[in-house]
């Protein structure tokens, strides 16, 4: 059951992508090798204060707008260094020779990361199995 649970969560919230160009396939590899913990924590942060804003999330979890703020200008920096001195030729690269669809194709792949990180989280991980416990045990039999 439990492997079943993660290929849910996983087409819940990934899309898959086909880099298709050499450019766009090493602007990729840099995003992902040189993205450090620090940064995975920066990202997580940015994308959930992303995502309580949704109106569905906004009175369930009421982030500060220094707070948001705060992670805003975290991952522009993390952007400008990342993208400015790190993976900057590549990102001149993608961009030169394949275009913005390209590099934004590429650059999704960082908000990956980011649920990647989230949901590699132990808690996150147990958090996510938690609803089992309420489902009518007569229902599981059905798949046996």
């Known amino acids: 059951m439990k492997k079943i649970l993660q290929i849910l969560i996983f087409f819940l919230f990934f899309q898959t992508h086909s ?50 703020r705060n992670h805003e200008i975290a991952v522009a920096d993390y952007m400008q260094y990342i993208l400015g001195s790190v993976c900057f030729q590549e990102t001149k690269d993608v961009l030169n020779y394949e275009g913005v669809d390209a590099f934004g194709e590429a650059f999704e792949l960082l908000g990956e990361l980011a649920m990647l990180s989230l949901m590699e989280d132990q808690r996150v991980n147990e958090a996510f199995e938690n609803w089992i416990k309420y489902l009518d045990p007569n229902f599981l039999k059905k798949f046996d």
């Open 19 to 68: 880099l298709a160009g050499q450019y766009s396939d090493r602007f990729a590899n840099c995003l992902m090798q040189k993205t450090t913990e620090r940064d995975k924590i920066v990202l997580v942060r940015w994308v959930f204060s992303v995502i309580a804003q949704h109106s569905a999330l906004s009175t369930e979890f009421q982030i500060s707008s220094d707070k948001v």
